[in-house]
């Protein structure tokens, strides 16, 4: 399937994954992540039945706070 994950182009041998399976594949190992599919917010709880399919944008980003 073709993705856009981080604003880049991604293509990975499969038809379709959770969100879950994306972090993983993609070795995101930082504690506080925040992600979308498709702009919608998808909460800690519900990766593992959020499926990503062909076309989708994806953003997985690390939450940073300081000061």
Same mark, same amino acid.
């Given at each position: 399937?073709?993705?856009?994950l981080?604003?880049?182009?991604?293509?990975?041998?499969?038809?379709?994954?959770?969100?879950?399976?994306?972090? %993983?594949?993609?070795?995101?190992?930082?504690?506080?992540?925040?992600?979308? /599919?498709?702009g *919608?917010?998808? *909460?800690?709880?519900?990766?593992? %039945?959020?499926?990503?399919?062909? @076309?989708?944008? /994806?953003?997985?980003?690390?939450?940073?706070? @300081? @000061?």
């Amino acid at each position: 399937m073709k993705i856009t994950l981080n604003n880049r182009p991604e293509e990975i041998d499969a038809s379709e994954m959770t969100v879950n399976d994306i972090i %993983q594949y993609k070795n995101f190992t930082f504690k506080l992540l925040v992600t979308k /599919v498709n702009g *919608k917010l998808v *909460k800690t709880a519900e990766r593992s %039945q959020v499926t990503v399919r062909d @076309g989708d944008t /994806v953003e997985v980003m690390h939450l940073i706070s @300081g @000061g």
